[in-house]
């Protein structure tokens, strides 16, 4: 089958190499750059922890072990970084977090209570005042490389006859009747397929996705900032009460405050994305001091956006009444990537899958009230 896949993000080039895999022809239309959209600007926590229900928190405990398989398939995975997850709450968090706990138990997910000296053993120069309470150690938790994934993939997928295509904008989606038939790209190209995929992530609820074609989107905006780690070394995913960090690559961890600590939005400017950043260094401190000499010019701050469906669950499958058109957007991407592509290529070859039946684009069809 000839397939097009928009969009070069982790769910994009998943596909786009299991696709590839199967014997599809495979062309992979990106906007900009590989990978330098929302997957460049992501926490990249892999982990299925307090995502409800047991099915959703299933299908990302599945996820993450589809990673591991795709690294055995690959014969190497220098994306995966399975260092464990560290956590403590605040004192009015913290019994919702003995409550998941014990629910991520029940479904046999790695879950265990650490003392404040083991968590002292793990992470060494971290400082405590006491006040941590419980803390939970969930060891089968990581980060995720995501530029390392996606070029990875990509070369694999170029070298077995996909054809990668960047800095080719998709501004029409062809139809004919009740047929999708491809699309035409910003140069004029016209990209026919029987099947057109959209792996557009945040951007799938915009042009050209008009009417049927779009997602519906809530978008939640988050800010990342990358310091060099002798200020704050760590080895394992953090989550605190204020924010979470993790090291991203040789000499540097990223830090990001939770959401909801800030109020921003994709309008806000970068001038107070940069205030919010210093402030949440200066937060920060009372756990890493040495944060305290910390200059402005030595650490970078960005704004994420997050592709979050409005249910915040994954958006997956054909569009009712509309043949050769399929969609795969949610925000859980970077766990779930390598899974759902697997699924997704046997869906299209005909087996129905269980797993992806409560994620439909119907569910979300019904105009907003």
């Known amino acids: 089958m000839k397939i097009i896949v928009i969009g070069a993000g982790m769910v994009g080039a998943s596909l786009t190499w299991e696709l590839t895999q199967a014997g599809h022809s495979v062309t992979l239309l990106e906007a900009g750059e590989a990978g330098k959209g929302t997957s460049a600007n992501s926490f990249a926590w892999i982990n299925s922890h307090g995502k409800p229900p047991e099915a959703y928190q299933r299908l990302n405990a599945a996820g993450m072990q589809a990673h591991s398989e795709l690294a055995a398939r690959l014969g190497k995975a220098p994306w995966l970084n399975l260092t464990g997850c560290l956590e403590w709450r605040a004192a009015d968090q913290q019994q919702a977090m003995q409550d998941n706990v014990e629910q991520l138990q029940q479904y046999q997910y790695p879950a265990e209570w650490i003392s404040a000296e083991q968590l002292q053993a793990l992470e060494p120069e971290i400082h405590l005042d006491g006040t941590q309470g419980a803390i939970g150690w969930f060891p089968s938790e990581g980060w995720i490389d995501t530029q390392q994934y996606i070029q990875l993939l990509l070369q694999a997928s170029a070298a077995e006859g996909a054809k990668i295509v960047t800095g080719s904008r998709v501004n029409e989606?062809?139809?004919?009747?009740?047929?999708?038939?491809?699309?035409?790209?910003?140069?004029?190209?016209?990209?026919?397929?029987?099947?057109?995929?959209?792996?557009?992530?945040?951007?799938?609820?915009?042009?050209?996705?008009?009417?049927?074609?779009?997602?519906?989107?809530?978008?939640?905006?988050?800010?990342?900032?990358?310091?060099?780690?002798?200020?704050?070394?760590?080895?394992?995913?953090?989550?605190?009460?204020?924010?979470?960090?993790?090291?991203?690559?040789?000499?540097?961890?990223?830090?990001?405050?939770?959401?909801?600590?800030?109020?921003?939005?994709?309008?806000?400017?970068?001038?107070?994305?940069?205030?919010?950043?210093?402030?949440?260094?200066?937060?920060?401190?009372?756990?890493?001091?040495?944060?305290?000499?910390?200059?402005?010019?030595?650490?970078?701050?960005?704004?994420?956006?997050?592709?979050?469906?409005?249910?915040?669950?994954?958006?997956?499958?054909?569009?009712?009444?509309?043949?050769?058109?399929?969609?795969?957007?949610?925000?859980?991407?970077?766990?779930?990537?390598?899974?759902?592509?697997?699924?997704?290529?046997?869906?299209?070859?005909?087996?129905?899958?269980a797993e992806l039946e409560a994620y439909r684009p119907s569910r979300l069809s019904q105009p907003k009230p």
């Open 173 to 353: 989606i062809l139809q004919e009747g009740n047929t999708v038939t491809g699309v035409k790209t910003s140069d004029g190209t016209l990209h026919r397929a029987e099947l057109t995929i959209n792996a557009s992530g945040r951007w799938s609820d915009k042009s050209p996705y008009n009417d049927g074609l779009a997602t519906r989107l809530a978008p939640t905006t988050g800010i990342l900032i990358r310091v060099p780690a002798e200020y704050v070394p760590v080895s394992h995913v953090l989550a605190t009460p204020l924010f979470h960090c993790r090291p991203d690559g040789e000499g540097v961890t990223l830090l990001c405050p939770n959401e909801g600590v800030y109020d921003i939005d994709e309008s806000t400017p970068a001038s107070r994305v940069s205030e919010l950043a210093a402030d949440i260094i200066r937060k920060a401190t009372a756990v890493w001091p040495k944060l305290s000499e910390l200059k402005p010019e030595q650490y970078q701050a960005r704004m994420g956006i997050r592709a979050l469906p409005e249910d915040g669950y994954p958006i997956v499958g054909p569009t009712e009444g509309l043949a050769g058109y399929y969609t795969v957007v949610t925000h859980s991407g970077v766990t779930l990537s390598p899974l759902l592509a697997r699924l997704v290529t046997r869906e299209i070859a005909g087996t129905p899958v």
